[in-house]
């Protein structure tokens, strides 16, 4: 494909984002509530589109197709198991809801902060969310600069890839914060709904003759791909070790549960969980096929990674449609990108700048976090074009790192023994037994980093909370409004 | 509520360990089929979808 064609199409595409965005940056009105909330008042199919295209990064369509390449059907487990971690936000959902309308909360990790008494909880929180997230996102502007880069056979330089994603995701988030990347996000995620269901569709059609076809072509030439653990590389452990994290995803990550602030009401969040659902179980099958399609068609291939390019530079997919799949897994990476810049400004200036500088007036407040969404670009920008091994850890390890906010979160809903240094400790120490395992390639007992951070944040939170003094007064307020609220509208 | 919720807590803690293991029990490990484990984790997924199709539909419009 030619340079100055993916140059035009990743110029519309800005163009027509950038529309969107300063339409949002229009209807919105002042403060932080409204910059990183959208105002708490997103009707259920944007929040639904913005959940999907925030949750679903350039990961699917590349590095499921590439997992399902070389461990067959694990990879559909993997994700299923993955989505289904949504039964999450059937009990935590409302709850964080009714809190953040209740106390204003901005950020899950001052919730965390307000409801252990501790400006330390937050700071720490969000610090460890600042880690474990640069380098993910670091990965997302990798994966588009070495798609742009191996898309135009080389013509598009990475960096030049990596820098038109950059500027987009900076420029959208900028101009109308939440309600702009809301927007676009939605934009973002019919595009890489539509045109991965089209893709697969020729796929399938042209390559095999059809679904049918595409089966019984895989059931006969790699029937291991149709089992666990398959070719091995869905052993148990790994199955595990990818699994388990990924199953607390709408929990741990703050980008996402962030969201869950958003709804104007708990009908409309209903119309985001289950339109989420939707999308997540279509946008799955399509990778998953995607991957076994170029299992059957392209067999040797060294690297897994490679199987998506390699799909789209086949006879089969009209230049026309590998076009669109290169911008929806663009969009898909950028609306990812811009969301956690989004995110992470929001608790630089409200866990942080906040809770350092109390007497500052919210213009102050929202200027810093205006301030942090570039500052963020580009720090994110300097990771992706150092092309480190340790980013690529430490992205991997993101799952295995956030999910040391998971016994924390649920302290505070369900337990009133909690207590602030347990949370820290818990942080800090499942944070570095996270990143230690992950970087030294270390598993021991064959269990994976994302098992041991669990375990030994959950230990700590649960024995240091029974060694020191929980804020009881905040605790049996804080849960018992819960109860009251919950119990009254028969919500579990 | 404090039974009910229990009760989904229970099936979904059941269903998510079901997910992790039987593919990996001989029920499905050898069977190199579409109606194998490809067939049990999407059954698995809708089931999942249409549980909390059900638990959300106490969500209405209060606050």
Redesign the interface.
Known sequence: MSATTIYLALFLYFIVGSIIARYAGRKMGGGVNEYFLAGRSLGGVVAALTYSATTYSAFMLVGLAGFTYIGG??A??FE??Y??G??LV??FG?RL??VG?RYNYLTPTEMLGDRYQSKAVAVVSAVAAVIFLIPYSAVQLIGIGALVEGISGGTVPFLAGVGIASFIAVYWTWTGGLRAVAWTDSLQAAVMLIVAVLSVVFIAYRGFGGFGNL?TA??SQY??W????GPGFFN?HA??GL?LPW?FFSLSNPQVSQRLFMPR???Q??IM??GF??FG?IY??VSILWGFSARLLLPDLEVADAATPALLGLDIVPASVALLVMLGISAAAVSTVNSIILTLSSMITRDVFKNIREDSIAHQELLVGRIFVPLFTVLILGFATLRLDLIAALSVASSAGLLVMVPALIGAFFWKRGTAPAVILSVVGGGIVATVLQYSGLKPFGFWPGVWSGVISTILFVGVSLLTRAPENKAEEFIGYLQE???S???? | MKKKRIFWAGLFFLMILAAFVIPYTPLLNDLNRVYGAFLFWNIFALIVIVCLGIITSKWRDLG
Do not use: C
């Open positions: 059907v694990g559909l487990g299923l198991i989505l289904s949504l039964v059937a009990f409302p809801w009714l309308k089966f895989l059931e029937p291991a149709l089992t666990v653990p148990i199955f595990i699994t199953f009401s708990l009908a969040m209903r969980v289950m659902l939707i179980f799955t099958l609220e919950l119990d509208k028969e919500v579990i």
